[in-house]
């Protein structure tokens, strides 16, 4: 064989390569794309319901070493799908919905260790719950303690974000049945209504696998 003939066998063996890994990828791109959308029609067809019926939340929230929520009622609820271009075509990029539950009253916490009273600040921030800081100092200016008050507001969010490259979708759960936060990788054909309707089933206080599914 002549070298160009290599050469021509190479490129044409290249090309080929090139072409299955377009392919690919084009598949991982649409069936995160199809699987998004799909869950969005159910979550909006969830939100539409819930706006009517505002259902009460069954849960109790502990609140560590401060107290706990429960009684909660339903205030608002909303879902949004983000969009995102590639290869000039328009695809699904990510699912935010959201429920917002008002407690019966506040919370208040005290702490005479800044350190302690940052470490709850930080955690409940992350988790999206709301407070207001008042800080004590005496005559000398030093700190005494710091008052927390934890406003009676509670979000409950599921993000679904679609790594396209990856062919996956990551789930992001936060204060579902408790105050936490749980992210797990999932594929596309489990991401759909019988996905979403555990994640309701959990949000409603019905039967269940959401520890499963969230791999607790």
């Not at 710091?146 to 204060?175: K, S």
């Amino acid at each position: 064989m002549s070298l160009l003939d290599d050469l021509k066998k190479q490129a044409q063996s290249r090309a080929v390569d090139d072409a299955q890994v377009r392919a690919e990828r084009e598949q991982r791109v649409t069936a995160v794309d199809e699987a998004l959308r799909r869950a969005f029609a159910w979550l909006y067809e969830l939100t539409e319901q819930l706006k009517v019926l505002r259902p009460d939340n069954p849960r109790r929230y502990l609140i560590w070493g401060v107290g706990e929520w429960q009684g909660l009622t339903f205030d608002k609820a909303a879902v949004d799908m983000r969009m995102t271009r590639i290869e000039a075509v328009d695809r699904a990029s990510s699912i935010e919905f959201a429920v917002i539950w008002h407690a019966p009253q506040p919370l208040m916490a005290s702490y005479t260790s800044q350190s302690e009273a940052g470490y709850l600040k930080d955690k409940l921030w992350q988790l999206g719950c709301r407070l207001e800081e008042k800080i004590i100092r005496n005559a000398e200016n030093r700190f005494v303690r710091a008052v927390l008050e934890i406003e009676p507001v509670l979000p409950t969010r599921w993000r679904f974000e679609g790594l396209h490259e990856e062919g996956q979708i990551r789930l992001t759960v936060r204060n579902l049945d408790e105050l936490r936060e749980d992210t797990v990788l999932i594929a596309p054909d489990a991401c759909g209504p019988a996905l979403c309707e555990e994640l309701a089933c959990a949000l409603l206080g019905k039967p269940n696998q959401v520890a499963a599914l969230l791999k607790r």
